[in-house]
């Protein structure tokens, strides 16, 4: 039976720290797996994390237009760290509202059971529609030229 990789996290190993200033000290980012670091990196989690939402198709419509916008002027101003981030907070978009879309109340463990996984299938249809918004947003995000070129560079350079 699967159970939650967060339940065995050691923060100590994480990359991502909540103590840096990753505009300033853009050289401690790693791209990393998905969306890892997503909710730690400042300033960009403050500046890009205040649109994150996802409760209707509308509201998630809203929400990844003005994250893919800043997506595209983090490029512009050749913020690759910015320009990465906005594009997890787009993936971060589609993976929770799937998580909605396919378990009641986006919950899929029972934390009272070990950790037992709840039945699939139990959740909001209108999620899976906001999700496949943010699926859209991300995926254009990823094919950004300039973001592909950005995005090896750096993980060439630094990881």
């Not at 994390?49 to 595209?72: C, H, Q, V």
């Amino acid at each position: 039976m699967d159970k939650p990789s967060y339940l065995n996290f050691d923060h100590s190993k994480y990359e991502w720290k909540p103590d840096i200033d990753y505009r300033v000290h853009p050289e401690a980012y790693r791209v990393g797996k998905g969306e890892q670091g997503v909710l730690i990196c400042e300033p960009y989690k403050s500046e890009i994390g205040r649109y994150w939402r996802f409760k209707t198709p509308d509201i998630a419509n809203e929400s990844s237009e003005k994250i893919y916008k800043l997506f595209l002027e983090y490029l512009r101003a050749d913020d690759f760290v910015g320009a990465d981030m906005a594009r997890k907070y787009l993936q971060m978009g589609y993976t929770r509202a799937r998580r909605y879309a396919n378990y009641k109340g986006g919950k899929k463990y029972d934390a009272d059971q070990d950790y037992r996984q709840l039945e699939r299938g139990t959740g909001d249809a209108q999620k899976a529609i906001s999700a496949s918004i943010f699926y859209d947003r991300w995926k254009s995000a990823e094919a950004n030229e300039k973001y592909v070129k950005l995005k090896k560079q750096w993980k060439d350079e630094r990881g």
